[in-house]
């Protein structure tokens, strides 16, 4: 079973930046993409970016040119830079993974919150 756990998570002002960290663990080589999903009280959880194991990325729109994910294969790690934060990404981080063999099997980190002060 793979695992996540994220840290880096905080409470910052608007127009600060935090770096997520989020480490896996276990048969890692059953992974594919990882990536950051976020999830706001009253809200549905949201994609925030991607990064496959060839290093592709995406971004949800609302982050684009102020986040930046990355990954380093060889320490089982993904990063999230997020610059220039703003209230509204005030929300609950979660780390996932996909398994590249199983259609749709994700794992889930715990989360890490991530509050943005005005």
């Known amino acids: 079973q793979v695992q996540l756990v994220e840290s880096g998570g905080g409470l910052v002002q608007a127009g600060g930046s935090l770096r997520l960290s989020c480490v896996a663990s276990g048969p890692t080589v059953i992974i594919n993409t990882m990536g950051w999903y976020r999830q706001a009280p009253g809200s549905q959880r949201e994609l925030v970016a991607s990064i496959s194991n060839g290093h592709a990325t995406s971004y949800t729109d609302s982050a684009k040119g102020r986040f930046t994910i990355s990954r380093d294969n060889n320490k089982n790690t993904i990063y999230l830079q997020m610059n220039s934060l703003k209230p509204e990404d005030t929300a609950v981080y979660y780390c996932?993974?996909?398994?590249?063999?199983?259609?749709?099997?994700?794992?889930w980190g715990q989360g890490t919150q991530v509050t943005v002060s005005s």
């Open positions: 996932y993974a996909l398994d590249r063999f199983i259609s749709g099997r994700y794992y």
